[in-house]
């Protein structure tokens, strides 16, 4: 069974930055970040492809950037410029094969959460 446990949430202000990381234990396909606001539904804010494609919402276009680091079994998410609409729970999501990332009923596995808060 696929674990993924995240890290590097926290409380900043605006304009700040935080990165969150992801650690896999197991073989994924695809990863993702996605975020969900109380009351609101996840949504998906960026994701990565094994052939390293990557796509990134239009809302943190410019601000935010996926990676991976095989190497150390990790997903990463640098944040820069927040601002309060960034408050979220974010998680890290991944499916088990092939096929797109770009939704979260297409995930097979995900994270508990961390949470992000953005104070103007």
């Known amino acids: 069974q696929v674990q993924l446990v995240e890290s590097g949430g926290g409380s900043v202000q605006t304009g700040g930055s935080l990165r969150l990381s992801c650690v896999v234990s197991?073989?994924?396909?695809?990863m993702a970040w996605f975020r969900q606001a109380p009351g609101n539904e996840r949504v998906g804010v960026a994701r990565?492809?094994?052939?390293?494609?990557?796509y990134t919402a239009d809302s943190v276009k410019g601000r935010f950037t996926i990676s991976r680091d095989n190497a150390k079994n990790t997903l990463y998410l640098q944040m820069n410029n927040l601002k309060p609409e960034d408050t979220a729970m974010y998680y890290c999501?991944?499916?088990?094969?092939?096929?797109?990332?770009?939704?979260?009923?297409?995930?097979?596995?995900w994270g508990k959460g961390t949470l992000v808060t953005i104070s103007s």
């Open positions: 999501a991944a499916r088990a094969t092939a096929g797109s990332c770009s939704g979260a009923a297409n995930m097979d596995y």
């Open positions: 197991g073989y994924t396909a695809c």
């Open positions: 990565i492809y094994p052939s390293g494609l990557k």
